[in-house]
């Protein structure tokens, strides 16, 4: 009788502690031992030239999420954990929205239905908070005790705005009941006046988009961000980090000793402005938001991450198809003004190899940092006690990498629904070639074998990595 249900042998073990050569054994869903010469397993899985890395951690990524005006992303939850576990992601942390005239209870439910219908990996949910009513703040505590240990907030869109005595009562709210807070930290003032003012000359095209965001408006609201958390105590992250300013405004924020962290996302560290200077509409293939800056932002982005500053590389994978139709790309056709764009690209199956590419391979980072930035960091920082490591204990989350393959990406290799990916023609070297959840084999040599619906809620009780410092910049504690 075989001791263990798998083994993963004779590969080179890479995680954020260090890096061997040893065999993984696996019980159940567990891993129950990592070392050399371990006896046989029923299953064994030949690892020999392959780098075994921890399952991605995706701690941003937007999956069958309901819009206020009735579209849905582009992706399901089949089709967008499929691409994640095809490309060496094993758990996801997407988002739970509240609409102006439903109630975030009814709202949450129905996303919980969604995923149960169709996840294939395991998957968590940040609550997206659009108003700070009291319908709103009286529903919250029941919600993250529930296990929805977060809060998304943005600062800018229309739609989805919280103003900042919104967000200073959230940020109370979230510290009276052990909640994270991450923020899409723009000036929507700023924002708005600018695009009026490109729409009053004319200026409409995919590419001014990036002039309506210029790096000033995302430094501002990040040190902002910084100052209502150092008021109220209470732990933030950044999300998507775009720019040196906003960086350096993260690293001033933690020299202080503030419990904030700071996310990018692949788009940010390969795409630049000039994507989105094409004819026809092509450019909107790239709008996101924060807008991609330049080559220069780039290698800043890169150096902060080396220091620890932007601890977190994520997709952000907000998926929309390239067409005509309401909610897609180009809902008026070839000349849709930016400001009718909808905001965000494809990414959730590139992110790793595209980031193990530009990182390991070109040599900014090591193989203990790519597997801390894109599965430890984010499974310690959202309290997933189980994920982002290799060790006794642990999930049998696990993504075995050929680290020499070259793969050109391209959309009809690709397992999203969506019809494009901004990453089209672009050569990477390393890619997942199996990948485990819960020690089952959900991707193996270009098979996709997961059910339907057995990925599974993580539910987050409070953990001690966000416990607020007990600090207060004043004499004055308003939690006491």
């Known amino acids: 009788m075989a001791d263990f249900d798998v083994v993963i042998r004779g590969g080179t073990v890479a995680t954020a502690s260090g890096v061997f050569e040893g065999d993984v054994g696996i019980a159940g869903e567990q891993v129950v031992t990592v070392g050399k010469n371990l006896s046989k397993g029923t299953r064994?899985?030949?690892?020999?030239?392959?780098?075994?890395?921890?399952?991605?951690?995706?701690?941003?990524?937007?999956?069958?999420?309901?819009?206020?005006?009735g579209g849905v992303n582009a992706d399901t939850f089949l089709?967008?954990?499929?691409?994640?576990?095809?490309?060496?992601?094993?758990?996801?942390?997407?988002?739970?929205?509240?609409?102006?005239?439903?109630?975030?209870?009814?709202?949450?439910?129905?996303?919980?239905?969604?995923?149960?219908?169709?996840?294939?990996?395991?998957?968590?949910?940040?609550?997206?908070?659009?108003?700070?009513?009291?319908e709103t703040l009286d529903a919250l505590p029941t919600l993250i005790a529930q296990g929805h240990r977060t809060i998304k907030v943005f600062m800018t869109y229309p739609s989805n705005r919280v103003d900042d005595t919104g967000l200073l009562n959230l940020m109370a709210l979230?510290?009276?009941?052990?909640?994270?807070?991450?923020?899409?930290?723009?000036?929507?003032?700023?924002?708005?006046?600018?695009?009026?003012?490109?729409?009053?000359k004319g200026l409409t095209e995919a590419k001014h988009h990036c002039w309506s965001k210029p790096p000033v408006v995302e430094r501002e609201a990040v040190h902002r961000v910084a100052?209502?958390?150092?008021?109220?105590?209470?732990?933030?992250?950044?999300?998507h980090v775009t720019c040196g300013e906003a960086a350096e405004e993260i690293r001033r924020a933690q020299a202080r000793g503030l419990k904030i962290w700071g996310e990018t996302c692949t788009q940010y560290l390969t795409l630049t402005s000039d994507d989105l200077d094409k004819p026809n509409g092509e450019g909107?293939?790239?709008?996101?938001s924060p807008a991609p800056r330049s080559t220069e932002e780039h290698d800043k982005l890169w150096g902060y991450i080396k220091s620890g500053v932007l601890d977190i590389v994520s997709s952000d994978h907000a998926p929309s198809n390239f067409g005509e139709n309401e909610g897609e790309k180009l809902p008026d056709g070839p000349n849709t003004p930016f400001t009718r764009m909808p905001n965000g690209v494809p990414g959730l199956e590139t992110r790793l190899p595209i980031l193990f590419s530009k990182g390991v391979v070109e040599g900014r980072i090591d193989l203990e940092t790519f597997a801390a930035i894109s599965s430890r960091n984010p499974a310690r920082l959202f309290g997933l006690k189980n994920k982002g490591d290799i060790a006794p204990g642990k999930d049998a989350d696990i993504a075995i990498w050929d680290p020499d393959v070259k793969v050109t990406i391209k959309q009809e290799n690709l397992h999203h629904d969506v019809n494009y990916t901004p990453y089209e023609g672009m050569t990477v070297?390393?890619?997942?070639?199996t990948t485990l959840s819960r020690g089952e084999v959900l991707w193996d040599d270009g098979e996709f074998k997961a059910t339907?619906?057995?990925?599974?809620?993580?539910?987050?009780?409070?953990?001690?990595?966000?416990?607020?410092?007990?600090?207060?910049?004043?004499?004055?504690?308003?939690?006491?």
């Open 79 to 134: 089709s967008g954990t499929r691409a994640a576990i095809c490309g060496g992601t094993t758990s996801v942390i997407c988002f739970a929205p509240q609409f102006k005239s439903t109630h975030i209870t009814t709202s949450t439910a129905d996303y919980h239905a969604r995923a149960e219908r169709g996840a294939t990996c395991d998957y968590s949910f940040h609550l997206i908070v659009n108003r700070a009513d009291k």
């Open 452 to 480: 339907p619906g057995r990925g599974r809620f993580l539910a987050r009780d409070p953990y001690e990595f966000i416990k607020p410092r007990g600090i207060f910049p004043g004499p004055f504690n308003p939690f006491e």
């Open 44 to 69: 064994e899985i030949d690892a020999r030239k392959r780098i075994v890395f921890p399952g991605g951690v995706d701690s941003h990524c937007h999956i069958e999420q309901p819009s206020s005006t």
């Open 429 to 433: 070297t390393g890619w997942p070639t």
């Open 174 to 200: 979230a510290r009276k009941n052990q909640a994270f807070m991450v923020i899409h930290a723009e000036h929507h003032d700023m924002i708005m006046w600018m695009m009026e003012q490109l729409t009053a």
């Open 284 to 288: 909107a293939k790239w709008v996101c």
């Open 227 to 239: 100052a209502m958390a150092e008021l109220m105590d209470q732990p933030v992250q950044i999300f």
